[in-house]
Every structure is written in structure tokens, then in C-alpha cells.
């Protein structure tokens, strides 16, 4: 059974840094890109970020570019994100979010159940 | 302010047909797939649709997808209670060189 399990959410102050993790089995990791989808607090959904199976391409939404980096490693299918001075509006539910194909232009079809993250003082 | 384009929400009773439109522009809707999501409270999201038209394996038949141009809908008939959710279209931009979402349309089953 596919599953994708979030990790690493929690209480930050605006400023501060968190990572967030993805564990991912039940597929082959490394022959998929994956993604990292948000959903802020009686909003909807938001792309934030995707990578490529072999981490040669990497987008990220503009609310995000610079401030955050995907990353994966595949030897211990995990996905990760690194998240830099935070926002309050960067508080939202977390899904972590597995692509269709190798390349991360292509759809999301299965994702976690989603991790909190909080950014306030 | 979400790039695609869609009502807040919508009703219908029990058994009956309600459609779910998602606009668009040439750069996301009008150039690439249309893919329909169903989130319900405190789950995952589901993926409903794919290419526009595509059901995933294990997706009712009640439900169904087009595309026109820079617009897509979903249709869902023979409503059940259990269809009541948030459902929201996503399309990759080539202009932006992302995934953009619609605001999400919650359905109610009257």
C-alpha cells in the first residue's frame, strides 16, 4: 500500500526556520517526482514546491521562492523541506504529494495525510 | 487569489446532477490537462480526474470531466451524501511554471 507520512510541522516564530520530512514506501521513490502542497487555515489548496525524480529540476511556488528548497534522498525515500524565514501567512496544513511521472509538470495523485505548521509568536 | 476560477460553492439535492466549472487561460487550462481533486474534512485529498476526462481506477462513474477551450467542469450525478466535499481543479501553467489550483468549490447535498 502506498503511503506518505509528513513529519517535522510545529509552533515556529515569524523569522525562524523548520524542515519538514516525507517519508514515502509502498512505490518506487526514485522513479517519481514528488511535491509539497499547502493549505492555510479555511483556504484552499496551494502548490509550493516539486522536484524531479533525480532532483535536476526544482520549482517552487513565488509566495516561496527563496525562502524555502526541496530536496530528496532517494537511497532512504525521503522527501524534505526547508523552510526559511517564516511567515505568519506561511501557516497551513503541509501535504507532502506524489507525481504521476519523473517529472513534476506532470499531476499528483496520491498524498499524506498532511502536517501543521504554525508561524506566530 | 487563486489563478483558476471557481464558484465558492454549490448545491443540489439527493440523486440529482451538479456540474463544478473551472476557468482558466491558455497558459494553464487552455494548453494543459485539467486534473480534479475531492477533499474531504480531515482527509487527504483524493485525486477524481485526470487528462481532463480520465477516472482514476477505483472512481465512480458519477463522476465526469470536459474541457472547452480555457474552461473544464466536473459533473457528478445521482448526488449521495457522501459527496459532499471541497473539490478543487489544478492545471500546470506554462507561464508561470507551476501547478495553479482553483479556490475550491464546496459542494452541498441538499
Known amino acids: 500500500e502506498m503511503q506518505l507520512v509528513e513529519s517535522g510541522g510545529g509552533l515556529v516564530q515569524p523569522g525562524g526556520s523548520l524542515r519538514l520530512s516525507c517519508s514515502a514506501s509502498g512505490f518506487i521513490f526514485d522513479e517519481y517526482a514528488m511535491h509539497w502542497v499547502r493549505q492555510p487555515p479555511g483556504k484552499g489548496l496551494e502548490w509550493v514546491s516539486g522536484?524531479?525524480?533525480?532532483?535536476?529540476?526544482?520549482g517552487y511556488a513565488d509566495s516561496v521562492k527563496g525562502r524555502f528548497s526541496i530536496s530528496r534522498d532517494n537511497a532512504n525515500k525521503s522527501l524534505y523541506l526547508e523552510m526559511n524565514t517564516l511567515r505568519p501567512d506561511d501557516t497551513a496544513l503541509y501535504y507532502c504529494a506524489k507525481g504521476s511521472a519523473a517529472g513534476f509538470s506532470e499531476y499528483f495523485h496520491h498524498w499524506g495525510q498532511g502536517i501543521l505548521v504554525t508561524v506566530s509568536s | 487569489q487563486s489563478v483558476l476560477t471557481q464558484p465558492p460553492s454549490v448545491s443540489e439535492a439527493p440523486r440529482q446532477r451538479v456540474t463544478i466549472s473551472c476557468s482558466g487561460s491558455r497558459s494553464n487550462v487552455g494548453n494543459n490537462a485539467v486534473i480534479w481533486y475531492q477533499h474531504l474534512p480531515g482527509k487527504a485529498p483524493k485525486l477524481l480526474m485526470y487528462y481532463d476526462d480520465l477516472l482514476p481506477s477505483g472512481v465512480s462513474d458519477r463522476f465526469s470531466g470536459s474541457k472547452s477551450g480555457t474552461s473544464a467542469s466536473l459533473a457528478i450525478s445521482g448526488l449521495q451524501s457522501g459527496d459532499e466535499a471541497d473539490y478543487y481543479c489544478?492545471?500546470?501553467?506554462?507561464?508561470?511554471?507551476?501547478?495553479?489550483f482553483g479556490g475550491g468549490t464546496k459542494l452541498t447535498v441538499l
Open positions: 489544478a492545471a500546470w501553467d506554462d507561464s508561470l511554471n507551476n501547478w495553479v
Open positions: 522536484i524531479s525524480w533525480n532532483s535536476f529540476s526544482r
